[in-house]
């Protein structure tokens, strides 16, 4: 038998990963807030909740005794929806130790201080040293990963030796892991980019075709570029699996909760509508509330979130906020380069 890994999360993306590591021959104890979870997966090794028709093997052992779940394990899987996230930390950290070695999946900000997820869990974990802490993004969908298609994502973290210790334990035949020391740029990715995802199916939702959609997408990278390097992160991340990487398959893919939302909005729908009739938490609302007050933190123009957060917490009407976005003044697609490098020939 190999590592034993405490996952805290019995989710879609939380269940995926632990037959990842079910796979890779890892002891698995996943931790869920909800006893029926528990109770469905040993008697029926499924999850049909979060991922129907995936049967989990007896390796994944369920739990809703948090202390049992984090008893004697040589890492830590934190894999819940952002609005959870602090409250769950506070939990979990009687029963960490500075030698832990924690990794996060969830691509969110933190409701109160508008934190990246690493920085709630040394808060609230304040006896974790940050050298053992890593991030995993990038573009995987958890209905994909369970059904073992080929994904590859990143894992980041400040230490070399903590970055290739979780490459070690989540890479297999169908699941590439590499490794960047970029936490900023990797939590900011797959945060930000779940609000373009928002702006994507909005556009499909009011079948404005596939130039919008294009233009969406890319002058979207730019605005999570922008938000990024003032925050900290490096731009070549964004060029990578945290950021067009993962945005491309948000914007795109069927399984995306995000494009869901906005294309239900494009179509009429209201948020509460919206959100009353999904299943599961749509991570771009709760981040274009925060991205929305980090840019103007910051000061930093984006035009695309702003419009986004008008529509979903202004009552904007969709198609105005479209028009709006189109109509805006003129300006050079890559105003940093220019001012870097780039002249026009007179």
Known sequence: MGSSVAVIGAGSWGTALALVLADNGCKVTMWARRQEVVDEILAERTNS???????????????????RALADHDYVLAAMPSVAFRDTMKQVSPFIHKDTRVIH?????????????????LEEIPQLDARNLAVLTGPSHAEEVSRRFPTTVVVASKSRATAEAFQ????????????????????????????????????DGLQFGDNAKAALMTRG????????IQMGAAQMTFAGLAGIGDLIVTCTSKHSRNWRAGYQLGQGKTVDEVLSSMNMVVEGIHATKA?????????VI???TNAIFHVLFEGKNP?????????RGKTHEMEEVARMSMRWEE
Do not use: C, W
């Open 105 to 121: 999946a969830t691509k969110g900000f933190d409701k109160e201080k508008l934190n990246r997820m690493s920085q709630v869990i």
């Open 168 to 203: 070690d334990l989540f890479m297999n035949t169908y699941f590439r892991v590499y490794t960047n020391p970029d936490v900023v740029g990797a939590e900011l990715g797959g945060a930000l980019k779940n609000i373009i995802a928002l702006g994507v199916g909005l556009s």
């Open 49 to 67: 909740r979060y991922l129907p028709d995936v049967t989990l093997p007896e390796t994944i052992s369920p739990t809703s005794d948090l202390e």
């Open 291 to 299: 991205a929305y007050a980090l840019s103007q933190k910051h000061e």
């Open 221 to 228: 990278l730019t605005e999570i570029s922008r938000l990024g």
């Open 319 to 327: 198609r105005a906020a479209v028009e709006d976005l189109m109509g």
């Open 302 to 304: 984006m035009p695309i």
